[in-house]
Each structure stands twice: as structure tokens, then as C-alpha cells.
């Protein structure tokens, strides 16, 4: 097992171009997430998904965004008409939910987006 | 709003003394806490958690302390060793509204020989 896998690592891009991102989960973990990181803050909820279903959105999550996973393993992250403000580092994440438990979740190194 | 604030932006500590990070937050309907360490260019990685039933956890070198009447917890690190510097997130979740982290913005440790 390699960990969460994300991709690409870097990508830089004008404004008002879309954006896709990559996450391959931990392949056990059934919950996925994502996560945004700006400069000098700690990781911010986007959304998660419990197999193929998208079960929570924060209000950050903006309609510009959008996020899949289709068969319940990997998911892409959309971003479209990217803006300035959307430059940070977006974190996928996986854990294992077993009834009650949900073990804690697993970072990958995350893509971090420039806008231009 | 900041649910979680680690109030301490960053903190040096020589090689062998005692670390100890702390973190506030303010809902009280937050059972599970957890502790992330972050090196530069990675992602968060998992260290240690408590749920809101114990008031203590160990994990070789990390302890960490929760005292839910002062809604705070704290991370020991002891010894200290310079392979520990990085920032440290505390992480907050109440599991009966959805499983999204609240993160505090992080203490960066810098551990000198």
C-alpha cells in the first residue's frame, strides 16, 4: 500500500481556465475527502464522499467546484473559471469507516494550484 | 469562525526537554481530537488522537492531555528530538454532524540540538 496518491503535485494555470485534480485513496478506505490549504492556515473541509456518494459539502465549496467519485476508489476535483483566490494547496484524504469507527484519515502530499 | 485555535504560532525547544503544544476550541459538541504533523511539501500525517471519554492518550514519546471543562488539549512530546520539528495541527471533530476536521492554523516546532 502506497498512501493516498495525489496528482499532479504542482499546477499553474490562468485565470479563468478549469482545473482537474487526481486522488487515488488508500485502497481499503471507503470515506474520501478533500481538504484546501492556503498559507498560514490549517487544512479547510471541502467535501467527502462514503463510497461513490458525496455526503457532506462545506459552504466553501463554491459552484465553480465540483467533485466526483465515480466508482467509489479515486476523485477528481474540478475547479472551473479558476480565480486569484483559488490558489492553495488541495488535500485529498482517505480513512476506513467500520460501523462506529472511522479510523483517522490519511493525507496525501496534496496539488498545489497557482492561479495567474 | 475558528473552532480550533492554536494560539501559538510556533515554538523552540532544545533536543531532550519537553514539547508541549497546546489547543483551544470553543464547540463543545467535539468528541474526537487529533493531532497532525506537517513537514514542508507533504501532507498532514497522523500522530495521535483521544476521544472526548479519556482525558489522556500515549504513543511512545506523544501524550496528549484533554481537559473538556477548559475545552483544551495539549501535546507532549518528550524527549525532543531535532527529527520532530515540523508545524502540528490540532484537529477537532464532532461525529454526530459529518466527519469534517475542524484544524486549528498550526504550531510550527523547531526542535535546536
Known amino acids: ?116 | 469562525d475558528q473552532q480550533v485555535k492554536q494560539n501559538s504560532p510556533s515554538l523552540s525547544v532544545q533536543e531532550g526537554r519537553i514539547s508541549i503544544l497546546n489547543c483551544d476550541y470553543t464547540n463543545s459538541m467535539f468528541d474526537y481530537f487529533l493531532w497532525y504533523k506537517k513537514y514542508p511539501a507533504e501532507g498532514p500525517t497522523f500522530l495521535i488522537s483521544i476521544s472526548s471519554i479519556k482525558d489522556k492518550n500515549e504513543d511512545g514519546r506523544f501524550t496528549v492531555f484533554l481537559n473538556k471543562s477548559a475545552k483544551h488539549l495539549s501535546l507532549h512530546i518528550v524527549p525532543s528530538q531535532p527529527g520532530d520539528s515540523a508545524v502540528y495541527f490540532c484537529a477537532a471533530r464532532n461525529s454526530n454532524s459529518g466527519y469534517a476536521l475542524n484544524f486549528g492554523k498550526g504550531t510550527s516546532l523547531l526542535v535546536t540540538p
Open chain 1, 1 to 116: 500500500d502506497t498512501g493516498v496518491s495525489q496528482n499532479p503535485r504542482h499546477k499553474i494555470t490562468k485565470r479563468g481556465q478549469n482545473v482537474t485534480f487526481r486522488c487515488d485513496p488508500i485502497s481499503e478506505h471507503n470515506r474520501l475527502y478533500w481538504y484546501r490549504q492556503t498559507l498560514g492556515q490549517g487544512p479547510e473541509f471541502l467535501t467527502y464522499f462514503q463510497n461513490e456518494a458525496q455526503l457532506e459539502k462545506s459552504r466553501l465549496l463554491s459552484d465553480r467546484f465540483s467533485a466526483e467519485r465515480p466508482k467509489g476508489s479515486f476523485s477528481t476535483l474540478e475547479i472551473q473559471r479558476t480565480e486569484q483566490g483559488d490558489s492553495a494547496m488541495y488535500l485529498c484524504a482517505s480513512s476506513l469507516a467500520v460501523g462506529s469507527y472511522n479510523s483517522p484519515l490519511h493525507f496525501g502530499n496534496g496539488t498545489r494550484l497557482t492561479v495567474t
